[in-house]
């Protein structure tokens, strides 16, 4: 939470409005504005989408794109972006290509997704499954197209066999970029109207440890942000000449600054900076304020020195290490214990303040990505100022389950 609010005003504001249901989650919406505000003021005047999955909360969605330089929404999924569609979401870029033949029938079968909906593609297996799928419904689209987008990759390769960046899009070179344009060009019922490219190693990497690995990350940072801004420009400039692009999306919350340097990028990414979870206190440059906070309930103790709560094994995706495991965010003191970690149904805790903690009591955990936590509550408490302003619920709580 935010500095101005205690773990204590917050422990006694849910006590007085009766909130004591655990594990719960609360949102607070003053941390959630500031980092909105302080994610436009990085990405100076440059568009931001936002990444649903770092939301997961159609509420929040929202909010954020009522703000001013908020537009539009990169969603993870096909029909995640049929559902918002039907809740009055106008732009929604699915941000990972689709292989779901039902949900692209949904699509061709509606105007309003039509119009609203771009597809990620970047090899022409994708290109040709979409026709494959729809076929038969080319007369019902009233000449409407498929609107899709290519995907560069621009991971760092400095030399043979060695690679920094996700394994995303086989498409590397501008050469590749124009030829996979061409390919939807050769197909009448798609139509090319953006392009991607996520530098996953400088926006998803964090670089703030002062010991040799972080200094090795900064250094890859420094030297790979030439050779992203040098490619990405010839790739969009190359493809410009044959196809018109509404949009060239790029970057993440981690490197808002850079990309928005690029005058070949229009629309940068953006999601997790909104929530600011565990994994977003290890950047050099940025620090958001932590909006989402989970709170558990201790149920044992079952030696001294040791609380055991209920849950609390909150792992987050990716590579499996110390840093996926939530957060203790309070009280001051605890730690998992080392054979243990974050366990599915009960997660022991020791350390100093273990000892304090009573059976009824409450740990407060921030899981270590922004969306993640939204699959396992049926909604967020929002907490505004002194006050319990209301309930959100997440896409679970709204019946949606996409991935």
């Given amino acids: 939470m935010p500095s101005r609010r205690s773990f204590g005003d917050l422990a006694a504001m849910l006590a007085r409005e009766g909130w004591s249901e655990r594990p719960m989650a609360v949102l607070d919406l003053d941390a959630f504005d500031a980092n909105a505000e302080d994610l436009a003021r990085r990405a100076a005047g440059t568009p931001l989408r936002v990444a649903s999955k770092s939301l997961r909360v159609r ?92 995907e560069l990759d621009v991971s760092f390769t400095p030399l043979p066999g060695v690679r920094f960046g996700a394994l995303r899009s086989p498409v590397h070179t501008p050469a590749q970029a124009v030829a996979l344009a061409r390919e939807v060009l050769a197909r009448p019922r798609l139509e090319l109207v953006g392009m991607m490219a996520y530098e996953g190693h400088i926006a998803g990497v964090t670089d703030a440890a002062r010991t040799p690995y972080g200094a090795a990350v900064r250094t890859m940072k420094h030297l790979s942000r030439p050779d992203i801004a040098a490619r990405r420009a010839e790739a969009v400039s190359a493809v410009r000449e044959i196809a018109e692009l509404e ?3 790029g970057g993440g919350t981690g490197s808002i600054e850079s990309t928005a340097a690029e005058e070949a990028v229009t629309e940068i990414a953006a999601g997790s900076g909104l929530i600011g979870p565990g994994l977003f206190d290890r950047y050099r440059d940025f620090s958001p304020h932590p909006a989402l906070l989970l709170g ?51 997660t022991p805790v020791v350390g100093p303040a273990a000892e304090a903690l009573r059976v009824g009591d409450t740990v407060w955990l921030r899981h270590a990505k922004a969306g993640e936590p939204a699959e396992h509550f049926s909604r967020y408490v929002l907490v505004q100022g002194d006050e319990i302003v209301g309930t959100a619920p997440t896409y679970r709580g709204e019946g949606a389950v996409f991935l």
């Avoid at 033949?101 to 949904?106: D, L, T």
């Avoid at 995706?317 to 996926?324: A, F, I, K, L, T």
């Avoid at 730690?335 to 366990?343: K, L, S, T, W």
């Fill in 59 to 150: 509420g929040l969605l929202e909010r954020v794109l009522a703000r001013p330089g908020y537009a539009g929404i990169l969603a993870f999924t096909l029909p995640e972006a049929l559902w918002l569609v039907r809740h009055g979401v106008r732009d929604v870029v699915v941000a990972y290509p689709t292989a779901e033949r039902a949900a692209v029938r949904r699509l061709a079968a509606s105007p309003e997704a039509l119009e609203a909906i771009t597809l990620m593609v970047d090899e022409t297996a994708q290109l040709d499954l979409l026709l494959d799928a729809t076929a038969d419904l080319t007369p019902r689209t009233g000449g409407r197209r498929i609107r899709v987008a290519l």
């Fill in 247 to 249: 949009f060239v999306n």
């Fill in 296 to 346: 558990v309930s201790v149920v044992r103790r079952p030696s001294p020195g040791v609380a055991t709560l209920l849950g609390g094994g909150w792992i987050a995706s990716g590579v499996p290490g110390p840093d996926r495991l939530p957060t203790i965010a309070h009280p001051p003191g605890l730690a998992f214990a080392p054979q243990e970690a974050a366990g599915e149904v009960q």
